[in-house]
């Protein structure tokens, strides 16, 4: 069983996981929740949307102006606090590779570091432990935060995944991260081309066999982009597909911009599934 912040999940409970970015250079909304009252706004629109956790980052993912880990605390730990003081019961997450960031953040109420660069910081593991909050950890491929990938090849990309990724759990259970809040990512386009990606995705069952909780990271993504041939703004229908695909497979928390649209799909997969009833049901009954 998933246990994060105050809630437990069962294993085929799909959890949404909905992204707030404190950034004024973010690829999906240019800085449209960089400012405190959007953002809070943001979170209220999520939660009552069905998210569970929300993933809080300070400093985007792609190349950009440098964003010192001074000022990644900024953007986040006092927004973390508030967030904490006005939804209780919400799973707060902070996406950071930094240990010194991490360790603010978990003071002003976070439940969960989100590792998308693959413990690029040892550290923060450590932090979590300490804490006792959850870790996701990610394979990132190798490469360095904020940089892309440049001619990346793996033998059996799923392979390496596989020993990156539950390396990094068993080493988070040794330091003492608990168990039961430890997610694996496959880290879609994280060290990866669009084929990488898709086979990751293909091949997600691997991940979730292993027993540890798969977290999926696809919203509006390159590889996503790249497939269809679509900018930014026409990658929902691409996203909504790869995310029915990955909770086919066994995938259960979803990193995410669009909560409601991903509600639905999640919902749909678990009850053809049999894990989830229908909401309503008088078709030929009546």
């Not at 437990?8 to 240019?30: C, G, K, L």
Request: with cysteine.
């Amino acid at each position: 069983m998933l246990r994060l912040g105050r809630r437990a999940f069962e294993p085929h409970e799909p959890v949404i996981m909905a992204i707030v970015n404190r950034t004024p250079d973010s690829f999906y909304d240019q800085g449209a929740t960089f400012r405190d009252e959007p953002a809070l706004a943001r979170v209220e629109q999520a939660v009552s949307e069905g998210a569970a956790i929300i993933d809080i980052g300070g400093v985007k993912a792609g190349p950009g102006e440098e964003v010192t880990a001074e000022e990644e605390a900024r953007r986040t730990v006092g927004f973390v606090a508030e967030v904490r003081r006005r939804f209780p019961d919400v799973i707060i997450s902070v996406d950071t590779w930094r240990h010194e960031v991490g360790e603010a953040v978990c003071e002003a109420g976070a439940d969960l570091l989100n590792d998308a660069w693959g413990g690029v910081d040892p550290k923060l593991a450590e932090v979590a432990a300490r804490h006792g909050v959850g870790l996701v950890c990610t394979h990132a491929g190798g490469v360095q935060p904020r940089t892309r990938p440049h001619r990346t090849e793996y033998d059996d990309v799923m392979a390496d995944i596989l020993r990156v990724t539950l390396g990094l759990a068993e080493r988070a259970v040794a330091l003492g991260v608990p168990r039961e809040a430890v997610l694996i990512d496959p880290g879609h386009d994280f060290g990866k081309n669009t084929r990488h990606s898709l086979e990751a995705t293909r091949r997600l069952g691997e991940m979730v066999e292993t027993g540890w909780p798969v977290l999926v990271s696809l919203s509006n993504k390159d590889f996503v982009g790249e497939t269809l041939d679509r900018p930014v703004k026409e990658r929902v229908l691409g996203t909504l597909a790869t995310t029915a695909v990955s909770a086919w497979l066994g995938a259960q928390v979803y990193r995410v911009h669009e909560v409601a649209e991903t509600r639905q799909v999640l919902d749909m997969v678990a009850s053809i599934a049999g894990h989830r009833p229908p909401a309503v049901a008088r078709r030929g009954l009546a």
